[in-house]
């Protein structure tokens, strides 16, 4: 599964983040997981504990809490803001979405003007949203 | 907010040795022709060689490859498939044919995902197929993989060859390493370029390679291939 490939880019990616802020303890990590990457938030938070338990010492304690990133869309063209459940995408199309974030582009449309050609205001994939801890 | 992608991209090409950025500033000088074809003249010499057709807007490699029933499969990532004795990856595995709509921001957002989450093993090359132009995503691709040799395509055409010349300067001011300048398209004059001391070589224009186009074992017996060899054997 390729998430295990973007949990290895949270747990590298807050590695550097709690030394660039001297952390001696990674107390917790909290995920935002964009609605449009479709990914099961409490399997990711698994794979992302999994590995943290092998990773720097400062991390490996740390709780791994998850929070659900809404997609929302403006389209370019007639400036109509809409989500996810307002477009009608298959599933073929929503596992290359899964993949690629950006293939919505290819298979979403305005639902108000038909347009392609919209931007993701947010919702898009997984960002680390908050690193906390002690610096004891 | 913290996007955690491109903290991994090392980790994904650590078993790369080199990774080659067959980039290009004007449209139709057959930069994707001699991304794909240099990707097959590596493997064919034995080299354990990636192709990365990050052109996304206009992906070509696998046409160019004839590359028709291929698909990744998932482990710890995204596994290319090795096809044509190259392990390929491009974003027309997801996208089925359709046009691909998207702004330059949404070009760099798609090549960090592929980046971030493509397994690509042990590799002698990496040819990456660059996106067109200096926009965002050339501009962070260089970024994120430092050690990227730029191979600058040009054709003899005086608008390709002015802003070629403006890109490298832009390139050199990055500390982009460039590997070499190849004159595409070539009517058998000398190159503007012959006496650049990165100069490789001249291709000349070959009808030929529109016949063999999707035909790999056909592509490699062209006068195209034959030349591009000539300048391979320079690198590698």
Known sequence: MHEWALAEAVVTSATETARQQKLAVVEEIVLNIGELQAIDNEMFAELVQGQLSSAAVELRGAKVRVVKGEAAFECQACKKEFSEKDTKVGEEEREAIHFVPEMAHVYMRCPACGSPDFSIVRGRGVFIQEISGRHD | ?236
């Open chain 2, 1 to 236: 907010m913290i996007d955690p992608r491109s903290s991994v991209i090392e980790k994904r090409l650590a078993g790369v040795k080199r990774v080659i950025a067959v980039t290009g500033w004007k449209g139709g000088i057959g930069k994707s022709s001699i991304a794909s074809v240099l990707a097959l003249l590596l493997a064919r010499k034995g080299h354990r060689t990636a192709l990365l057709d990050l052109d996304f807007t206009g992906a070509s490699d696998h046409i160019i490859l004839g590359i028709n029933d291929a698909h990744y499969t998932e482990e710890t990532g995204i596994n290319p498939p090795l096809t044509c004795g190259i392990t390929f990856m491009s974003m027309s595995f997801f996208s089925q044919g359709r046009a691909v709509p998207l702004r330059g921001s949404d070009v760099s957002q798609a090549a960090l995902e592929l980046l971030a989450v493509t397994q690509w093993g042990e590799q002698d090359f990496l040819v990456v197929d660059m996106p067109p132009g200096i926009g965002d995503a050339s501009l962070d691709m260089v970024r994120w993989i430092k050690r990227a040799e730029l191979l600058a395509v040009t054709t003899p055409a005086v608008l390709a060859v002015e802003t070629l010349k403006r890109s490298l300067a832009l390139f050199e001011r990055l500390n982009v390493p460039l590997l070499g300048i190849v004159e595409n398209l070539s009517a058998g004059a000398p190159s503007p370029f012959s006496h650049h001391a990165k100069f490789l070589g001249a291709i000349r224009r070959d009808p030929d390679l529109e016949t063999a186009t999707g035909q790999p074992e056909m592509i490699l017996r062209t006068r195209f291939a034959e030349e591009l060899g000539k300048i391979v054997a320079t690198f590698s």
